[in-house]
């Protein structure tokens, strides 16, 4: 099924097989692919998370269980026309996982699967490990909110030493282990095909932060990733000293999210040392650490003297106040790459409204207000910063 009236055809008469009711939301949406810009074929994906909400924020969508995703597994198992399903908040349990395992095995042209916040438990990841063992076309899989552990962990693990075609992999939230993501991290030394790869929140108890080492050890040698997710690792300053020394070596790496840790100032200062080597990295996300104002001091140094790739930096609440902000803001006007900044979640205090306002205001503002999640108003000749919305 090539066309949006095929796959239409093709899943009334599996509703009818099954006797399962029509949704025709799904419908809708098929069609809905088909006025997408031609140009642009490999992004048809078909949204049926079950938290969509209307005008008043009530969920209206019923979600689906393992009996209705049978037959999505169906349509999509000869289905060309469409290459990707989110299914992500819905009610699949381990059966479902092993269905969505059989489709993985039998797929023509799956491309993206999002199972995020399921009741996909050991049994269910087991059998989609197994089925991206033989699976040639799936390049996004995410994963993430489902109760997997530590044996579906390496069940994932084992598959990425054989899957070849697998790009991104979220495992955020997922109960992983130390013995889990080290397993991981061991196998990405190798893998030739991941590219982005969340691993946020994992269950550690221990504080020798094992996994942060083999991470680092990952990152020296691996030369395919470009964006790596670790929050709420508890990572320390020893931890970020691990990884940038390792990283010293990596020519790829791009994007670091290391929010929600444990890091302080002196862990800041390590990374400010390896921004002044210039790496290629594009994207530093520290948000939710204790940079304090020490910290955004030495980053807007390596900003301001040697730095010439790093695009956006987020800093969200990390104990700054106007001292290590107006550092940041004057650093902006000697780096000409820097183009997002974000700042919510600190101490704003008058100098440091008074500094972003100066650098978002104007005929040539240095920081756009949609690169940014403050925004500067004024009472009583006094200057205030407001939130706005932001990806952080």
Known sequence: MSTAQETKSLYLEL???KEIDVNQECLFLICQEEEKDEFEPDSRIIHLHGNKRNEKNEIYRNRINDKELGLYCSLFKTCTYLNGIDLGYNLITDEG?????????????LQTLIIS???????GTTAIARGIQMNETLLTLKMDGNK??????LALAGALQVNTTLEELDITNTEQDTQSLIALATVLK????????????????SYQEETTIHFAKMLEVNRRIVEIHLPKHGITNFGVEQLTNHMVDNFTLL?????????????????STFLMDNPPLRVLNVAY????????IALSDALSNSNLTLETLVLCSNSLTGKGLCALTKALAINSVLKQLYIWGNHLDTPACQAFKDVMKGDVPRLLA???DVKPYVVDDVPYLARVSSPY
Do not use: M, W
């Not at 650490?289 to 955004?296: K, M, T, W, Y």
């Open 370 to 372: 949609e690169d940014t």
């Open 289 to 296: 650490n204790r940079a304090e104002d020490d910290g955004a």
């Open 148 to 153: 997997f552990g530590r044996v579906g962990g």
């Open 255 to 271: 994007h670091l999210d290391l929010s929600c840790n444990q890091i302080s100032r002196d862990g800041i200062k390590a990374i």
């Open 15 to 17: 509703c009818l097989e």
């Open 117 to 123: 916040y399921n009741d996909i438990g050991v049994f």
């Open 97 to 109: 996982g092993k269905i969505i395992g059989t489709l993985l095995e039998e797929t023509v042209a």
């Open 190 to 205: 190798a893998n030739t095909s991941v590219k982005i790869l969340h691993a946020g929140r994992p269950i550690l108890h």
